[in-house]
């Protein structure tokens, strides 16, 4: 339907390649939840240390480490967010009828849900994109509190 900008098989069975990004789709949307899931679980595991009172040996390296472990929790958060809208394109395309008598029903309505699907997804790679940035940025933190303890427990 050139109306729509969706184009199907005459025979109604949905193309392979369709059936791929789906998957794909599927795929980076649980990755994306177990490694929100993973950051999550490791920084709730620095919580716990930094919340117990630091020795004044410590006391230099403790803005680094905190930066570094409030970046990464907050990083490790934005995977998550970013599977939602993934996962919500997955679901639209799973709810769009693209035979040829699905689009003929309700061309309009098929239009609009493949636009929206469209849209989440470029939602979604915005985000990760945005996460990935923020995740380099707490390498300084990461590496400035390593080389502080590194130097604490060199020998002398």
């Known amino acids: ?7 199907f098989m005459a025979d109604g069975i949905e193309p392979a390649e369709l059936t791929a990004m789906k998957r794909r789709f599927a795929a980076t949307a649980e990755e994306h939840e177990r490694l929100s899931g993973g950051l999550a679980g490791h920084m709730a595991a620095e919580w716990n240390r930094l919340d117990a009172p630091a020795p004044p040996a410590l006391a230099d390296a403790a803005r680094a480490r905190y ?13 998550g967010v970013a599977a939602h809208p993934l ?39 915005a985000t990760t994109a945005e996460q990935a940035a923020a995740l380099s940025r707490s390498d300084p933190d990461w590496s400035a509190f390593i080389t502080f303890i590194e130097a604490l427990v060199a020998p002398t």
């Open 67 to 79: 930066a570094a472990v409030a970046g990464t929790a907050t990083v490790g958060n934005g995977y």
């Open 87 to 125: 996962t919500a394109a997955l679901d639209a395309m799973r709810n769009l009828d693209l035979t040829p008598s699905g689009i003929r029903a309700d061309p309009a309505g098929s239009a609009a849900l493949l636009r929206t699907a469209s849209w989440l997804v470029d939602t979604a790679a």
């Open 1 to 7: 339907m050139a109306t729509t900008g969706v184009l």
